[in-house]
């Protein structure tokens, strides 16, 4: 089992920045790849950051070059850096890892991010 607690979220005006931090515990020498997601009202949730076991990162084009995800050597903690915030950013924003045998989708319990115009 893998636990996921998610922090840093807020208000911020749009062109702004914001850190998230998700802290991991439990197994987490099983964790394959984390990820960031997040879910706006009346919207699915999407992927916003990836992070693979060789360190490997991915986006989408709605967030690229404006947000970083990095996590720290002993996997435990994971980062997003947000900068030029915009309004339609304004979401719950999810930590996910996957790991485990059979493989196992974690999630963590969000963060507000609010982003005013």
């Known amino acids: 089992q893998v636990q996921l607690v998610e922090s840093g979220g807020g208000l911020m005006q749009a062109g702004g920045s914001l850190r998230l931090s998700c802290a991991a515990s439990?197994?987490?020498?099983?964790?394959?790849?984390m990820g960031w997601y997040r879910q706006a009202p009346g919207k699915q949730r999407e992927l916003v950051a990836a992070i693979t076991g060789d360190a490997s990162t991915d986006y989408p084009a709605s967030v690229k070059c404006r947000f970083t995800i990095s996590r720290n050597n002993a996997k435990d903690t994971l980062y997003l850096q947000m900068n030029s915030l915009k309004p339609e950013d304004t979401a719950v924003y999810f930590c996910n890892a996957v790991g485990g045998l059979p493989l196992h989708d974690y999630w963590g319990q969000g963060t507000q991010v609010t982003v005013s115009s």
């Open positions: 439990g197994s987490i020498f099983s964790i394959n790849a």
